[in-house]
């Protein structure tokens, strides 16, 4: 089984940052993407930016220059650091991660969310 726990979450003041970190454990035997989406109270989950295995990264329109992911992959760990955070930011963030197992094949995993407030 794999296991996602993520950390980092709280209150800010508009204009601050934070730093997101999701770890994944178990019986991994690679991974593949791993990204973190977020959920807006009365609002559909959205991604917000995801990294491949190859390096590729992609950020929703509304966080780029602001947010930058990264993941350490001898860690298994992603990483999202927020910057310059807005009210609208302000979300239950959640990180996903796909990849194979050893010996049971893929797997797609998503964290328990972790809360995100902007708010003066």
């Known amino acids: 089984q794999v296991q996602l726990v993520e950390s980092g979450g709280g209150l800010v003041q508009p204009g601050g940052s934070l730093r997101l970190s999701c770890a994944a454990s178990g019986s991994i035997s690679s991974i593949y993407d791993m990204g973190w989406y977020r959920q807006a109270p009365g609002k559909q989950r959205e991604l917000v930016a995801t990294?491949?295995?190859?390096?590729?990264?992609m950020y929703a329109d509304s966080v780029k220059g602001r947010f930058t992911i990264s993941r350490d992959n001898a860690k298994n760990t992603v990483y999202l650091q927020m910057n310059s955070l807005k009210s609208e930011d302000t979300a239950v963030y959640y990180c996903?991660?796909?990849?194979?197992?050893?010996?049971?094949?893929?797997?797609?995993?998503w964290g328990q969310g972790t809360l995100v407030t902007v708010s003066s």
């Open positions: 996903k991660v796909t990849g194979v197992r050893v010996m049971m094949g893929y797997f797609e995993v």
């Open positions: 990294t491949t295995s190859g390096g590729n990264l």
